[in-house]
Structures are given as structure tokens and as C-alpha cells.
């Protein structure tokens, strides 16, 4: 089954810009969709199709995707981007959904 | 709007059967796949399985195979997720979510049902 890494955490100071990767095998290939996960709170999507923001979500979140990486940027952070971000994508050989470990976001 | 509702936190003992549900709203039911999460204490998301309500096809997460079962019943519009002997690692928020088309992200999610097993 198809696997995707991240980081466990990333640490920032507001108004800094935050880059969580999101790695896998071709990953550039696929679409990834990303996940926003305050304490005690559901998952909230922020990005979807690899750079696509629903309606909002700020301007500061973005993403891109390429080779073996996908990237959530998070620019100008401010204490409420405090989260779990997770990477997902769809393996359509296996037509599994998947998950990444996730990454703590930490404001400092 | 687009709503899923849960049913509410469980205390069970092992061995304990269990179904929880997730009751979808504001869109035709049927048309979209529902999604199982599960997220453990001070853990990740983890995909269990979909299912699809229109002909109830099902894919599982194999870490998940075997070990409970996905269900939906289009008239009620709700899907659910069952155990047939709960064990106390089964502990966990449980959480449903839909999906458009089978490449789309999990854009609307339930409120998740805790679960919690133990003797």
C-alpha cells in the first residue's frame, strides 16, 4: 500500500512562513489534499488538488506538489495556525484513501 | 448545508458488540462516498474504509480488514460503522467524512464518536 511521510513537528515564530512536506514515491503524481486539526476539533480541510483553497481559507495557505514532495506552505503564521496538519492522497491502484503521520505545527 | 451527525460517545466492555452511525444531510446521499477515520489517543488519522450508499460497494484500509464492518442504509440516509467483539485498542475517536469522487479530499466531516473500551 502506497505510504506517505511527514514530519512529526515544525516549530515556528509568528509572521514566519511555515513549510510542511509531505513525501512519497511519485507523489507528483497523485493529489494531495490537506488537513487542518485544532485540539479537540474535527479535521477541517485547507487545501485540496495540491494548491486549490476552499472557500475561507486564507490566502496564507498554500501548496504545491512535485516529484517526490508535497508541500503545505503557511506564510505570515499566527498563533491560531497552531494545528496537526496531515497530508492525504488517493493510491488508485489499491483505491485505498491514505493518510500521512501528520505534523504538529508549534507558534512559538 | 451540508451536515454529517454522529451518534453520540460509547462506554463498552471487551468483547462488547458495537454500531455507531453517521447520519448525512443537505446533499443526495447516495450519490457520495462516506469515509471512516480513526484517530487514537494523542495519534494520527488513520482511513479505515468507504463505502459507497448507492450499491453500498465497500474498499477496507487492510490494517482494518476483517476487523469491523461498513454499512449504510440509503432510506435513512446513514452509514455506520460496527464491531462484533470490542477490545480496549479499539479505544478512539471515530470520525466520518464524505467524498465527492474517489480522488477528491474528505471535505465535510462528522463531529466523531468517542469510543471507549475497557474492563
Known amino acids: 500500500s502506497y505510504v506517505v511521510l511527514q514530519p512529526p513537528a515544525v516549530s515556528m515564530a509568528p509572521g514566519e512562513t511555515a513549510r510542511i512536506s509531505c513525501g512519497g514515491d511519485?507523489?507528483?503524481?497523485?493529489?494531495v489534499h490537506w488537513y487542518q486539526q485544532r485540539s479537540g476539533q474535527a479535521p477541517v480541510l485547507v487545501i485540496t488538488?495540491?494548491?486549490d483553497r476552499p472557500s475561507g481559507i486564507p490566502e496564507r495557505f498554500s501548496g504545491s506538489n512535485s516529484g517526490n514532495t508535497a508541500t503545505l506552505t503557511i506564510s505570515r503564521v499566527e498563533a491560531g495556525d497552531e494545528a496537526d496538519y496531515y497530508c492525504?492522497?488517493?493510491?488508485?491502484?489499491?483505491?485505498?484513501?491514505?493518510f500521512g503521520g501528520g505534523t504538529k505545527l508549534t507558534v512559538l | 448545508e451540508v451536515q454529517l451527525v454522529q451518534s453520540g460517545a460509547e462506554m463498552k466492555k471487551p468483547g462488547e458488540s458495537l454500531k455507531v452511525s453517521c447520519k448525512g444531510s443537505?446533499?443526495?446521499?447516495?450519490?457520495?462516498?462516506i469515509a471512516w477515520v480513526r484517530q487514537m489517543p494523542g495519534k494520527g488519522l488513520e482511513w479505515m474504509g468507504i463505502?459507497?450508499?448507492?450499491?453500498?460497494?465497500?474498499t477496507y484500509s487492510p490494517s482494518f480488514q476483517g476487523q469491523v464492518t461498513i454499512s449504510a442504509d440509503k432510506s435513512l440516509n446513514t452509514a455506520y460503522l460496527q464491531w462484533d467483539s470490542l477490545r480496549a485498542s479499539d479505544t478512539a475517536m471515530y470520525y466520518c467524512?464524505?467524498?465527492?469522487?474517489?480522488?477528491?479530499?474528505?471535505?465535510?466531516w462528522g463531529q466523531g464518536t468517542l469510543v471507549s473500551v475497557s474492563s
Open positions: 467524512a464524505i467524498q465527492y469522487r474517489r480522488s477528491d479530499a474528505f471535505e465535510n
Open positions: 443537505g446533499y443526495i446521499f447516495s450519490n457520495y462516498w
Open positions: 463505502i459507497y450508499p448507492a450499491d453500498s460497494e465497500t
Open positions: 511519485d507523489i507528483g503524481t497523485k493529489s
Open positions: 488538488y495540491d494548491t
Open positions: 492525504q492522497v488517493w493510491d488508485s491502484e489499491s483505491d485505498h484513501r491514505v
